[in-house]
């Protein structure tokens, strides 16, 4: 790739994405080839606020690839809590090891960071800001099961606040696809989403109800409506149980369609799910690791 | 082994004891030949309450093995909080790695999630339930030093919300030991162990006062007696006095008597014990690393 | 060296200090060719207080030289809220690991917990007494830099409470250094290290300005005034604001002045300085790497 760091999704040409789902396919296809490569290297991470899961692939990716991780730990064991700006963290664990992670509350503390440091830096999460691993992942997930090109998909739940969803869909602005926009009318797309989605010549649709498009889609992603958006719990309760995906609700929907979800899930896609071809939600958090492997390797290779 | 799983010492037969402790006898006797057998596998930590001394020796257990773990860390920053089920994490994380580690507050949880996951799954502790590792490194501890055949064992302190102490009673009855229970009138073993115990054939004795059994003792498993369980802190320290072990306490004991404790231990063994030939609590927690080494090799030489 | 545990910086000799100082040198020349140098030894973790970027150098460390970490996590998750003596954890996790750091809050806890192990035992800080690695990176980023020959040093903030500089001027007394210590009246060298350093034969020379004293140094280091020494706070930004180095301070030092810093700063050095040939506090950071990989190295080559 031509980037030093990995900071919003935005930044990856259709160029850049498909080098990085090649790498992950190559990866998927041989892991043990991959075994070895970057042994020696250590991965630094650095998460000011908590997120298990993107924390675990990545070090599984980093260990995976034969290198290890050096985590900081929590922000209330470390020199933060003594007042340490982000830019003398960063410095310092860059130090330490070869490439980092960063995961921070604010909007754009990644682009701020990678400004201080030499070695690749890997935005993974800033607040409402980006978050362009789980984009790839998500396009992985997407290219793996329905390809990425003549793609119909409809992306449903919280649409307002869901950054995952914000850079998904730009990112698919990249390939030729049919976007379909499914929520509430309290959480429907912000405008500047969708004016930057229109600017890209994307293809966008909005609906209120799954049921008038579920037939014609290829994928089916499904997001979380979170409780403390909603002043009144009885309204959080009726507006997340219409956005509720069941057996029943399949039952209009294509045999080859692809149900995804950013995990974790709370009542939006019913187990009896789980066990269905549709379900590709667990794969997709899998997904976290060969593709994380794959960047990792490209960003080690370039700055070696 | 023929399990998937280990969920309980109930499911372990003699042969499959007697495989573990052979094995963990052979990582003991040559550490160096185990070093590289994992080479590459990751272990899942699913922790979701506290356990240093658990979890630091599953995890000093695989990379011994020449692997390494992937850590959840603690639930409160984890994907659990946003209220995510104990099937889905086990599913999410089983895609990061290789195997799993599940400790978890509630009994049953080990059996549950074993049956949404392909990797082997071991259970470290599930509340009130099973911590079948433990009773392996009890089992082996006491066949290093004692033999498991033709054992007398005395058992004392906390016999009634003891879980180590239950499952350690029901694996020795797979060999032929005479098992000596000591313990406050209040702490003793629950009916419903005590006849499982019978039904299994074993000879079983119940004593309030050490003194009455310590000479023919080969093995004395001393447990914590905890505060929490008195409603009345002066009656908790009349008692607990009772039942600590002391220079004084030994003199009536064999030369070749072992004594063990799982730890940690608070006032129950005076210090003064810790450099004599009695004392084996130290070794016995040292002996988790080439238990858990065995049994992750026998776990993972079947998944594989 | 013919020390089986590193407990404080006052037991090193000239020559110890010099053999760690020549080994980080060859690690920094060479690193690869300490990078299988301890393939698969562990390294135990016992932080009893949060220290982020010790731990993380010590855990670089280890991995730098080929082996792994077990980290005890915090106390709050540990058998230490059980009741669990120092003794008693140490020497638990001994069995689990080749070698044993600690940092604990109480002032001679390394001394005692090294007294019930075996394996090597680092001391990275104890309360108000020793951090001797922190020292010995001090001392080779000096070295390093101005050469500890004929070294002129300015010590500056706070010199009362300050671990790292009591320390740091202890050591320097096995060279020819001339020690110019530099801070508030409220916050002077405490007698009794101003007693050693006479006794130790030093160049000592106190101030309240630094004005009057920077043009000849070779090396300032700054250390960061605490508000919570302070009982009233517009006294505490009066003080601080006197002890802070920005480009206009050091228009009057040297070109070759170093500046250093144990980090984390808050205001005592202006961001202006990060970018100049002066600043030296990312380096000295840094330099735990391979200054912490050349004592691990050191201790358990004897130790083998």
């Given at each position: ?6 900071l919003?999704?935005?930044?990856l ?29 250590l991965?630094g ?6 997120s ?5 692939s ?25 007042g ?19 995961r ?42 329905a ?8 992306i449903?739940g ?23 926009f ?6 429907k ?70 149900v ?21 939600y ?23």
């Amino acid at each position: 790739m031509r980037h030093d760091h990995l900071l919003t999704a935005n930044q990856l040409t259709r160029e850049d994405i498909e080098l990085v789902l090649d790498r992950a396919a190559e990866v998927d296809a041989n892991p043990a080839s991959f075994g070895q490569r970057h042994a020696g290297t250590l991965l630094g991470l650095c998460f000011f606020e908590p997120s298990t899961r993107t924390k675990m692939s990545f070090e599984a990716a980093m260990k995976r690839l034969g290198g290890d991780v050096v985590d900081m730990g929590s922000v209330d064991s470390s020199s933060v809590k003594k007042g340490e700006s982000l830019a003398d963290t960063v410095r310092v664990v860059e130090g330490y090891t070869d490439a980092l992670v960063l995961r921070h509350p604010l909007m754009g503390a990644a682009k701020m960071a990678s400004e201080f440091v030499d070695v690749p830096l890997v935005n993974a999460g800033d607040g409402a800001g980006h978050h362009p691993t789980q984009t790839l992942l998500d396009l992985y997930t997407i290219r793996e099961n329905a390809g990425l090109d003549d793609l119909t998909i409809g992306i449903m739940g919280d649409l307002k606040y869901g950054r995952t969803v914000h850079s998904l869909a730009t990112a698919l602005t990249n390939f030729d696809a049919t976007q379909h926009f499914v929520s509430p009318e309290s959480l429907k797309l912000p405008r500047s989403v969708r004016y930057d989605l229109h600017e890209a010549g994307a293809t966008v649709r909005e609906h209120t109800d799954i049921e008038e498009v579920l037939p014609q889609l290829d994928v089916l992603y499904v997001t979380r409506i979170q409780r403390e958006r909603f002043p009144d719990e009885n309204e959080y309760h009726r507006i997340a149980g219409e956005y509720q995906i069941d057996a029943g609700t399949l039952q209009a929907a294509s045999d080859d369609l692809t149900v995804m979800h950013p995990l974790p899930r709370v009542d939006e896609i019913a187990p009896e799910i789980d066990g269905t071809d549709y379900a590709r939600y667990f794969e997709q958090a899998h997904n976290g690791v060969p593709v994380r492997m794959a960047l990792l390797d490209l960003l080690l290779e370039d700055s070696a």
